[in-house]
């Protein structure tokens, strides 16, 4: 185990929430934006620029620690498997010659 997973795992758990809680929000400002206020006009871009801008910094440590969780998928493979490699080989039991 590496000690630096700990804090990598508690900034991806940090990001994640705050990505959820923006997006809940931006599903909010969709519901409030004008009818008239559509993919492509000033209003509903507008507000999406806004909503990328406040997201980056969260799946920018995404990108950075990410990878965290691969090397710990690893690990936990390598340690399942490590038993049935360190176990002892059967015992031969050497038959009697008549």
């Known amino acids: 185990m590496q000690s630096r ?3 990598q795992l508690g900034v991806l758990r940090d990001a994640l ?11 909010a400002t969709q519901d409030a934006l004008p009818a008239t206020a559509t993919p492509g006009t000033a209003d509903f871009d507008d507000a999406l620029a806004e ?9 920018d440590d995404w990108a950075t620690h990410g990878s965290a969780l691969r090397d710990i998928n690893c690990v936990a493979r390598q340690a399942r ?18």
């Open 5 to 7: 997973w700990v804090y």
């Open 17 to 27: 929430d705050r990505l959820e809680e923006l997006h809940e929000r931006w599903l």
């Open 51 to 59: 909503h990328h801008a406040e997201s980056w910094s969260y799946l």
């Open 81 to 98: 498997s490590l038993p049935s490699l360190l176990a002892p080989l059967p015992v031969r039991r050497a038959t009697a010659r008549t």
